[in-house]
């Protein structure tokens, strides 16, 4: 299979995430796209391939203008104030109660501020989520890897994978979130879609909610966003991720969530990956976008499900028996040193190949 990756992901380098207040070690780090492609290559069953640059129009056709201008100036901006800090995590978030009692046309005509800080909650889901030097020139490159794996797979191949990183799913069309920037996923998807004319199905395997996704396609028939996600009642980003959020207007029907137990096993969680699969499957189109997490893993220092790197492969078995041709990009997944051998295990069972050993 072919792998798309560049050492841009690199540019992204927080050493620190805040949590509830206070400085953690950074979970979304360069050393993940290093452990998963390191063990690609170590397989000899992988090929990388270079990104193409694909410019700023494929993110602008799901993103807000606003969303992109922010993430180009945060960092400008950061210096400019002359902060003093190594990551910019926002000061003040409009959250929904400081608009009560106000109309929604009112409350769309308040500024943007000025102030980074204030900016950095504007466009920002959570305080977890640290904007650095290279973070937007990184987010511009994981784009551009879903992109080239789209092209890939538009091209004539069965499947492709994208090493994104940073990860895309938390991130709707105005606002960042999650470690997310730009929604590589959903950014993919609409490509697949511009170029074919065709239906197509998202399938969101990481152990988040991808409300980002979810918000980006809520009200449309042609992109069928499901997700399989820990429970929001004890897990980011907490208000999404319901079973009952169905999609709105032509979307109606065209979002599925299937909330999982805690610490819910490799038999658990197929169960409802063949339910996914068969709503997929009674759907036309010809092209699956996997966002592919491994913080599913039950090693994984922020998720709380329970899943073996053989679950993984059978995973990847399970989804390739669609017999759709697979778009796959990489979510999340924090638990470093099993990352390679669970990319490498859903990777194989996708195409056919036995396990291979962990
Ligand atoms: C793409 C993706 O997987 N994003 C995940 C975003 C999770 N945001 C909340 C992170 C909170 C980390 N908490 C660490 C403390 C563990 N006890
Ligand atoms: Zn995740």
Request: a negative charge.
């Amino acid at each position: 299979m072919k792998v798309v990756h560049t050492e841009g992901h690199r540019r992204h380098d927080p050493k620190v995430e805040t949590y509830l207040g206070l400085p953690l070690p950074a979970n979304e780090v360069p050393a993940r796209a290093d452990a998963i492609r390191d063990a690609l290559v170590a397989d000899g069953g992988f090929e990388l391939v270079d990104p193409q640059g694909h410019g700023a129009g494929p993110i602008l056709s799901v993103h807000d203008p606003g969303l992109v201008r922010f993430l180009e100036e945060a960092w400008p901006a950061v210096q400019e104030q002359a902060i003093d800090r190594e990551f910019l995590v926002a000061d003040t978030y409009p959250t929904r109660g400081m608009f009560q009692g106000m109309s929604d046309e009112f409350v769309a005509s308040r500024p943007e501020t000025r102030a980074v800080g204030g900016r950095a909650g504007w466009w920002g889901l959570d305080s977890s989520n640290p904007i650095v030097a290279g973070t937007y020139v990184a987010a511009r490159w994981a784009v551009d890897v879903a992109l080239t794996t789209v092209d890939l797979v538009l091209g004539g191949e069965t499947a492709a994978y994208g090493l994104c990183r940073p990860p895309g799913h938390h991130a709707a069309a105005a606002m960042a979130g999650g470690y997310c920037f730009f929604n590589n996923a959903a950014v993919a998807a609409q490509a697949i879609v511009d170029a074919t004319g065709e239906r197509v199905a998202i399938l969101d395997v990481d152990v988040h909610h991808g409300n980002g996704t979810q918000q980006i396609f809520w009200r449309r028939e042609d992109v069928l966003y499901a997700s399989l996600h820990a429970d929001p009642l004890r897990l980011y980003p907490f208000f999404l991720g319901y079973a009952d959020e169905v999609g709105e207007g032509p979307g109606r029907g065209a979002n599925l969530n299937f909330p999982q137990p805690l610490r819910a096993d490799d038999a658990t969680y197929l169960a409802d990956l063949d339910r996914a699969l068969e709503r997929i499957a009674a759907e036309p189109g010809s092209i699956v976008v996997v966002s592919l997490g491994f913080d599913t893993f039950h090693l994984d220092p922020i998720g709380d499900l329970a899943l073996t790197t053989e679950g993984y492969h059978e995973m990847g078995r399970r989804v390739a028996a669609l017999g759709r041709r697979l778009v796959i990009v990489q979510e999340g997944g924090y638990h470093v040193p099993a990352l390679g051998g669970n990319a490498r295990a859903w990777l194989r069972g996708a195409e056919g190949r036995h396990f291979g050993g962990a």
